[in-house]
């Protein structure tokens, strides 16, 4: 790709970013509403009492009183964007940050078990201190994987096996988006008859198909050979980095529990990760069910990783707001719009360690041992 295709491909994603990101400002609700039982939806500002809601309207005339029992089921009343940050609950939101570190160190101990099935074995505390670093960097670099081509610089500086520490870096990435869909379909199995849910299954479905079938091809010799990928690998340029990655990559099929412990790894990292975004949501007062939550977001990660556009800014925001607003699911587009900002803000905090733990560069220099 030369320099003016290049061009053009970041013109393009940063017109997609500039796209969704108006498309969800445009469609937020800024003002609180109540939705009436014949569907009429009045905005305003709601003062909520004992026995009534007072809504002040936007037009500046006397107030409107409504009885509880007036708007239509409990989660009527949807506050502001604003107001939600208003009266934000700090206990949930504490729990949250507790959590979202736990994903991280997961994701530490996962990496590491694939590198040991290398006879590299870089210790807790160096796996745990770049897998910090890797995830402060991707608050910076554009797209999700920005922090891993941080870790992976990082890992070929020092270790002695660079190529195959270079791999193992970007097999935990792979690893970790698989875990996402094996998360969200299994709540899909076990909420089968939930209608809401179909809406990402045949993707799901689909995605886990191309997988398996990749999966089986790679790993079968005598599938690679009938095929002539083997014949294809022969002649692709840079022959000795190609043929040192096939093997390391193909040594994992000698790794199975390894393979299988990392994907267990995986699901445990995204329980968490998803755990924080329900605790994000419950510091807001979103009306969104946890189930919602462990089929949608992994979904909406998924989507947010491709490279399509900036740091996957807009993609991530457009596909909460398309998610979360389903009638189903019943929160509203600034509700959505504010558990991104909020999930972002959580992301920067949790992330800070790892920018303290990559201000020493001899201390990184020396984080991956040789030999």
């Known amino acids: 790709m030369n320099a003016g295709q290049r061009s053009l491909l970041n013109l393009a994603r940063l017109a997609v970013t500039l796209g969704a990101v108006a498309w969800v400002l445009v469609k937020i609700d800024w003002a609180d509403q109540l939705r009436l039982a014949d569907g009429t939806v009045l905005r305003g500002r709601v003062v909520t009492l004992e026995d009534r809601y007072v809504l002040e309207t936007r037009a500046g005339g006397p107030a409107l009183e409504l009885p509880r029992a007036t708007p239509a089921g409990a989660n009527a009343y949807q506050p502001g964007f604003l107001r939600l940050f208003r009266d934000i609950r700090p206990l949930y939101l504490a729990m949250g940050l507790a959590v979202y570190p736990l994903a991280i160190v997961l994701g530490a101990v996962r990496w590491r078990e694939l590198m040991r099935a290398h006879q590299m074995d870089p210790g807790f505390g160096p796996s745990l201190r770049l897998t910090w670093i890797g995830f402060f960097w991707s608050l910076i670099f554009p797209g999700v994987t920005g922090g891993d081509l941080v870790k992976a610089y990082c890992v ?60 089986l091809l790679f ?40 393979v299988l412990g990392a994907l267990g790894l995986s699901l445990a990292a995204h329980v968490l990760n998803v755990g924080t975004f329900w605790f994000a949501g419950a510091s807001l007062g979103l009306p969104v069910a946890w189930q919602h939550y462990f089929v949608f977001i992994p979904v909406i990660l998924m989507i947010a990783a491709l490279p399509i556009s900036v740091g996957g800014l807009g993609v991530f925001e457009g596909g909460m707001v398309h998610f979360l607003t389903l009638r189903a699911v019943g929160a509203t587009v600034g509700g959505a719009f504010a558990l991104c900002v909020l999930y972002r803000i959580m992301t920067i905090l949790v992330g800070l360690p790892g920018a303290l733990m990559g201000t020493d560069s001899r201390r990184q220099a020396g984080v991956l041992p040789r030999g």
């Open 219 to 258: 790993f079968s010799r005598r599938l690679r050979r009938r095929l002539g990928l083997d014949w294809l690998r022969d002649r692709l340029p840079f022959q000795a980095q190609v043929s040192q990655l096939d093997s390391a990559l193909f040594e994992y099929r000698y790794h199975m529990k390894t």
């Open 156 to 215: 070929a500086r020092t270790a002695e096996k660079r190529a195959v520490s270079v791999l193992t870096v970007f097999l935990d990435r792979v690893i970790g988006i698989i875990g996402l869909a094996v998360l969200s379909g299994t709540v899909i199995l076990l909420n089968i008859h939930n209608p809401e849910l179909r809406a990402v299954r045949t993707g799901l479905l689909v995605f886990s198909t191309a997988i398996a079938a990749s999966g």
